[in-house]
């Protein structure tokens, strides 16, 4: 991107050719999808089966114009939203929990690892054989250990944080120089 100053008049341009021809072209990428999808809807039959672009957008806008009831459990009472609204606030009962749960645990576990060698023999092999299984393979196990409700949902979504925030942690502690352990173990 190129600037240009006059520091006589204080204009400033910003921009070159190059950067609108880059503007454009991913506005033409998005409009040909948008036109793939419209012509993709208008094609299947029955309709329902895949909405155009305008349908989705106006049925988006509906689901603020309308309103729902939702039961808060912490709060232990209701809550009336826009059902959008709604809908985004039971999302994030399935998320939010999960996500600092398992980015929690995750980190800890990873730390502790990363610091005991002792630990690390222990659970390593654990690790290496639970590690692979995606985090959608834990559904049926969810469902059986915690119905279909928030819980299993969360469940899932610990799964698949934990593992990300176990190798991060886990990473960072064993690429730490041995010369920066050193001088640490030296000032106590």
């Not at 204009?11 to 050719?17: D, K, N, R, T």
């Not at 040909?32 to 672009?53: D, K």
């Not at 398992?102 to 654990?126: E, F, H, N, Q, T």
């Not at 299984?133 to 899932?156: D, E």
């Amino acid at each position: 991107m190129s600037t240009q100053t006059d520091t006589g008049s204080n204009a400033i341009v910003v921009g070159s050719e190059g950067d609108l021809r880059r503007y454009l072209r991913g506005l033409g990428g998005l409009l040909a999808f948008l036109l793939v999808w419209w012509v993709g809807a208008r094609m299947t039959q029955p309709s329902y089966l895949v909405p155009g672009p305008f349908d989705s957008a106006r049925a988006f806008v509906d689901l603020f114009a309308t309103s729902t009831e939702i039961v808060v459990p912490v709060l232990g009472s209701s809550v009336v939203l826009p059902t959008g609204l709604a809908h985004l606030a039971q999302s994030l009962f399935h998320y939010v929990p999960g996500l600092l749960l398992g980015a929690g645990c995750g980190i800890g576990l990873g730390l502790a690892m990363g610091w005991s060698g002792v630990l690390d023999d222990w659970l390593r092999p654990l690790v290496r054989v639970l590690r692979p299984i995606p985090p959608l393979a834990w559904i049926v196990f969810a469902i059986v250990w915690f119905g279909i409700y928030h819980t299993g949902a969360a469940f899932i979504v610990f799964v698949g944080a934990f593992w990300i925030n176990f190798y991060g942690a886990y990473g960072g502690v064993e690429n730490v120089s041995s010369d920066l352990t050193d001088a640490a173990s030296t000032l106590g």
